[in-house]
T-cell receptor, first 118, second 117 residues
Framework: DAGVIQSPRHEVTEMGQEVTLRCKPISGHDYLFWYRQTMMRGLELLIYFNNNVPIDDSGMPEDRFSAKMPNASFSTLKIQPSEPRDSAVYFC????????????????FGPGTRLLVL | AQKITQTQPGMFVQEKEAVTLDCTYDTSDPSYGLFWYKQPSSGEMIFLIYQGSYDQQNATEGRYSLNFQKARKSANLVISASQLGDSAMYFCAMRVEYTGANSKLTFGKGITLSVRP
C-alpha cells in the first residue's frame, strides 16, 4: 500500500510568493494532520482534519496560512504571501479514527516538503 | 496541559550494544498513548513503537522495547544490538484524551543517536 504522499518534496521560492503544499493521505484514514518542523521550534502541529472537516487549527501561525481538505484523498496547505521565517519542513500525516487516546491508532507521516523562502 | 520532555544531549553507542533513550511525560489524564518515532537524516518520520496507558506489559517491536514506568511518568526507548542504521533523531510523543482532541500528538524535542562502528 502506498503511504502518505506529499508534493513537492522540495520548494524554493521568493518572499511574497504563494506556496501550495499537497498531501494525499493513506486510503481509508479518517484523520489528516499538517506539521511544521524547524530547528528552533521542533515539530509543531498546525492543523488537523477529521473526515475532511478541520477540527483544530490553533497551531496555524497566522492568516497567511490556510489549509483545505476538499475530499478524503487530498489536502493542501497554502502560504500566501510566504516569508523567510516560513522556511521549514512541512509534514503531512494520517491515521484511522482514534476511539480513545490509549488506542493505538498510529499517525503515519509523509516524506515531508522542504520549503525554503528566500 | 500535556508535556513531553527529552533532555538527553546527543547520545553515542557502540555498534551491537544496547542504548536507552529517555522520555518523561506529564499529564493528568488517566488515558493516554505514548509513541516513539525515528527520523533519519533523510528526513522521514518512521513509527517505531507504541505504549498505551492501560497496557499491563511493556511494548516490544523487534529490537525496540519501551520501558514504561507509569508512576514515574517515563517511557524510555531501549534499542538492543545497535546498528549503524539506527543513527537518527528519535522523538517521543504522547496523545491524551480530552473532548474533541483525542487524536492530537504532542512531540518532545528529540534525541540524536549516533552509532559508532
Amino acid at each position: 500500500d502506498a503511504g502518505v504522499i506529499q508534493s513537492p518534496r522540495h520548494e524554493v521560492t521568493e518572499m511574497g510568493q504563494e506556496v501550495t503544499l499537497r498531501c494525499k493521505p493513506i486510503s481509508g484514514h479518517d484523520y489528516l494532520f499538517w506539521y511544521r518542523q524547524t530547528m528552533m521550534r521542533g515539530l509543531e502541529l498546525l492543523i488537523y482534519f477529521n473526515n475532511n472537516v478541520p477540527i483544530d487549527d490553533s497551531g496555524m501561525p497566522e492568516d497567511r496560512f490556510s489549509a483545505k481538505m476538499p475530499n478524503a484523498s487530498f489536502s493542501t496547505l497554502k502560504i500566501q504571501p510566504s516569508e523567510p521565517r516560513d522556511s521549514a519542513v512541512y509534514f503531512c500525516a494520517s491515521s484511522f479514527e482514534v476511539l480513545t487516546s490509549s488506542h493505538q491508532e498510529t499517525q503515519y507521516f509523509g516524506p515531508g516538503t522542504r520549503l525554503l523562502v528566500l | 496541559a500535556q508535556k513531553i520532555t527529552q533532555t538527553q544531549p546527543g547520545m553515542f553507542v557502540q555498534e551491537k550494544e544496547a542504548v536507552t533513550l529517555d522520555c518523561t511525560y506529564d499529564t493528568s489524564d488517566p488515558s493516554y498513548g505514548l509513541f516513539w518515532y525515528k527520523q533519519p537524516s533523510s528526513g522521514e518520520m518512521i513509527f517505531l513503537i507504541y505504549q498505551g496507558s492501560y497496557d499491563q506489559q511493556n511494548a516490544t517491536e523487534g529490537r525496540y522495547s519501551l520501558n514504561f514506568q507509569k508512576a514515574r511518568k517515563s517511557a524510555n526507548l531501549v534499542i538492543s544490538a545497535s546498528q549503524l542504521g539506527d543513527s537518527a533523531m528519535y522523538f517521543c510523543a504522547m496523545r491524551v484524551e480530552y473532548t474533541g482532541a483525542n487524536s492530537k500528538l504532542t512531540f518532545g524535542k528529540g534525541i540524536t543517536l549516533s552509532v559508532r562502528p
